[in-house]
């Protein structure tokens, strides 16, 4: 009689998170991903120790330059009021901040595009600005250029695969 | 290089857009037209009605009554709406395929079309000087529509294009034009060429990349290239060539739009997004 392997895994799943969304998991089985980033950046926490992490999909730097009333209810759309949110959810997920492995991918520019109107580049500040006051250390960031990337993480490992179209995948 | 030519003999490939998207849409440029003309124009082509009719009533509009005629659906929709739902119906068929060699998923390029459209279109109401939003929406709408020929040169170039891009500090479109002997935007603008689009509408498809210092000083194509780089900046349906393209801030100088209008539009253009992917599977 041959051998039958019995995974006891549950299937594995890939959940996709959108722009201006955040995603949490603590399923083994799941990989959350964002697809296509542009000059916004994708941020993944991830605690390896209960292993949990979330990814953050957002595009625009500070929640504070709306004019819209609309910017309150779409909080994962920004660097500060997205990654404050993350932040939370994490914690009350049991997740210490001590443990965790962060990583950032994105914050791509259009050819020559001038500071006062270079919104990845604000994007990479706005993040480097909060992870510094939170005293959180960036594992690893493949920021800026001209490239759309496609970051993966994997809850299971913790691991994060960047993908940079026509170039083959980091895994950090 | 590709004989230039045998690139061009390829718009022969494409399926035209049906007249009376044109007729449509030059009525709806014309002050002088009335609703019930372009209700008319609707009313006469029955597949077209059939579409429109099929779009409005779906979920999606969640009207809380069925539509049964093109006039109903002007009422309660607005002829805007409307309008726009025959340009995105017209336009459908030729992007939802998978172009060759811009590392484009299927479907991407259509993606990339419809919200670049309603960027502009959230631009021309926000930041235009423009009476003729239609025109701005049709021309974002179809400014790529030259990559759907384009992808298997850039397929079979690639390598080149991106030592140019990558090492060489060209631009994909200028690279395009380097390696190929013709650029996405020169050849959407022979489309429109051989379609008898009008000329403005083709001038903007050609100069949608400002390459052409003249073009920046033009409103309407202003706002295309704009809406374009949003798109781009938001990384909807956009492939290899990224965000590979030239940036001028005068452009967003002359249009009087600061760092501040910025935002708020690809914020505008992110919630239209995600409001999107319901529409596409609509029309």
């Known amino acids: ?172 | 290089m590709t004989n230039v030519d045998d690139i061009i003999s390829g718009i022969d490939t494409l399926r035209p857009i049906p007249p009376v998207a044109a007729q449509i849409m030059a009525l709806a440029e014309d002050e002088n037209s009335s609703m019930s003309e372009i209700a008319d124009l609707i009313v006469h082509d029955p597949s077209l009605t059939a579409s429109i009719l099929k779009i409005c009533n779906a979920a999606y509009f969640g009207l809380s009554r069925r539509v049964d005629s093109v006039r109903d659906a002007i009422v309660l929709l607005g002829l805007d709406e409307i309008i726009e739902l025959v340009l995105l119906n017209a336009t459908a068929e030729n992007f939802r395929d998978e172009p060759d060699g811009y590392g484009l998923g299927e479907g991407e390029l259509w993606q990339h079309a419809v919200l670049s459209a309603y960027a502009a279109k959230i631009l021309a109401e926000s930041h235009g000087f423009t009476s003729q939003k239609h025109l701005v929406f049709t021309a974002a709408l179809l400014k790529d529509i030259g990559k759907i020929i384009m992808g298997r040169f850039v397929a079979f170039s690639y390598e080149k294009i991106n030592i140019l891009v990558h090492s060489r500090g060209y631009s994909f479109n200028e690279a395009e034009k380097e390696v190929i002997g013709i650029n996405h935007e020169e050849l959407g603008a022979r489309v429109g060429q051989k379609w008898r689009f009008g000329d403005q509408l083709i001038y903007m498809i050609r100069h949608h990349h400002m390459t052409d210092k003249t073009a920046r000083d033009d409103p309407e194509t202003a706002l295309v290239y704009l809406a374009d780089i949003i798109c781009m900046m938001i990384g909807f349906g956009t492939g290899v060539d990224g965000l590979a393209y030239r940036f001028y801030s005068e452009v967003l100088d002359r249009m009087k739009l600061t760092e501040k209008d910025l935002q708020n539009v690809i914020f505008d253009t992110g919630q239209r997004r995600q409001k999107l992917d319901k529409l596409l599977y609509l029309v």
């Open chain 1, 1 to 172: 009689m041959l051998d039958t392997h019995i995974s006891h895994q549950p299937i594995s799943v890939m959940t996709a998170v959108n722009f201006g969304e955040l995603k949490l998991s603590r399923n083994p089985a799941e990989t959350l991903v964002a697809f296509s980033i542009g000059a916004g950046i994708g941020v993944t926490m991830y605690d390896p120790v209960i292993k949990v992490g979330g990814l953050l999909n957002f595009v625009l730097p500070d929640s504070s330059t709306m004019s819209s009333s609309q910017a309150q209810f779409h909080p994962f759309m920004f660097a500060d009021t997205g990654l404050a949110a993350f932040s939370d959810a994490l914690h009350n997920i049991g997740a210490k901040t001590d443990n965790l492995k962060v990583v950032i991918a994105g914050g791509a520019q259009i050819m020559d595009q001038t500071a006062a109107f270079n919104i990845g580049h604000k994007n990479h500040q706005a993040v480097t600005s909060y992870l510094g006051e939170k005293k959180l250390a960036v594992h690893y960031a493949d920021i800026g250029g001209i490239f759309m990337r496609t970051l993966r993480l994997d809850i299971g490992n913790g691991d994060n695969l960047i993908q940079t179209l026509g170039q083959t995948e980091v895994k950090v």
